[in-house]
């Protein structure tokens, strides 16, 4: 078993030997990806863009297309085990494509299965709903998904970040400060006992 090595420096944390999934496809926010893939690599971890496309993602700013992304790693070629946490980023697209995508969702699930941290921000809880893992839990979201985390069971609150036994959720990317700050608390953490799908 691989050991972690957590330090502080300068009130910052560093997390070294640390693996995380950012799980996206086309039509993802490009804020909510590359500011959390900065602070975890600032951190010290390892960052992978998986996808259940190939190649490259393109992102989306400012209601247009924007930049394209190399994706790291296939849906297909990525278990849970290979990593400490999932973050999720948001755009109207991405999770609605995401959650049709058996994989994915299976992907997702079974980090709250392995009690491993999972963050997300916006829009991204939609494919957790598919997953089934909000229920009993308490999150926010993009407001305009309230009502289907409430139906989908979740206790919802409106809040720059909240963080529920190792899953953190955010608003918008205005809250994307206190969201990596907080997702990066739960990595270096580690698994909570009380995490669950």
């Excluded at 490009?30 to 900065?38: D, G, H, I, Q, R």
Aim: aromatic content about 8%; hydrophobic content about 35%.
């Amino acid at each position: 078993m691989s050991k972690f090595l957590i330090f502080e420096t300068n009130k910052k944390t560093i997390i070294m030997n640390k693996n995380v999934a950012i799980l996206a496809t086309n039509g993802f926010e490009e804020s909510e990806l590359v500011s959390p893939k900065k602070a975890l690599e600032d951190a010290g971890a390892t960052v992978h863009i998986v996808s259940p496309e190939k190649g490259e993602i393109k992102a989306w700013k400012d209601g247009n297309w924007s930049n394209s992304y190399k994706v790291d790693k296939h849906i297909s070629e990525v278990s849970v085990n290979d990593y400490n946490a999932l973050m999720l980023p948001g755009g109207v697209i991405n999770p609605d494509k995401l959650r049709t995508d058996k994989a994915s969702v299976d992907f997702i699930k079974a980090f709250f299965e392995h009690k491993k941290p999972v963050s997300a921000i916006c829009h991204g809880p939609q494919s957790l709903i598919e997953a089934d893992v909000v229920k009993g839990r308490k999150m926010t979201s993009y407001h305009s998904i309230r009502k289907d985390l409430e139906n989908a069971g979740a206790q919802w609150e409106d809040k720059e970040v909240v963080c529920d036994q190792g899953f953190v959720t955010s608003r918008t990317p205005d809250d994307l400060p206190a969201f990596n700050k907080k997702m990066i608390e739960e990595l270096k953490e580690g698994k909570h006992d009380r995490q669950h799908a």
